[in-house]
Nanobody, 127 residues
Framework: QVHLVESGGGSVQAGGSLTLSCVVS????????MAWFRQGPAKAREGVAV????????YYIDSVKGRFTISHDNNKKTLFLLMNELELEDSAMYYC????????????????????WGQGTQVTISS
């Protein structure tokens, strides 16, 4: 059974930075995709950034490109999301998600593509 545990959320002022972490356990394959999703108040859940170990590629939605960086420490089995230049619109519950293997690009930000989810960590941005 795969388990994901997020940490690192908190409250910061606009323009500040936060780093989220997600520890992954239970995979028996070295190839999997890991993603950060978020859900703001009265908003649908959206994929933010994805990293796939199989091709070592990362993917971002346009609104976070240049501000967020996703990375993966294979030894520590930990996924990170470094968030810089945070904006009020970044306030949300952030979830770590994962699935084995690779994904076609058209499904990379589709929450239905992911089998495993963490419990979420809250990020609050203030003015």
């Amino acid at each position: 059974q795969v388990h994901l545990v997020e940490s690192g959320g908190g409250s910061v002022q606009a323009g500040g930075s936060l780093t989220l972490s997600c520890v992954v356990s239970g995979y028996t394959t070295p190839n999997y995709c890991m993603a950060w999703f978020r859900q703001g108040p009265a908003k649908a859940r959206e994929g933010v950034a994805v990293f796939c170990t199989g091709n070592q590629k990362d993917y971002y939605i346009d609104s976070v490109k240049g501000r967020f960086t996703i990375s993966h420490d294979n030894n520590k089995k930990t996924l990170f999301l470094l968030m810089n230049e945070l904006e009020l619109e970044d306030s949300a519950m952030y979830y770590c998600a994962s699935r084995g293997g690779l994904l076609p690009y058209v499904l990379i930000f589709d929450e239905g593509s992911y089998n495993y989810w963490g419990q979420g960590t809250q990020v609050t941005i203030s003015s």
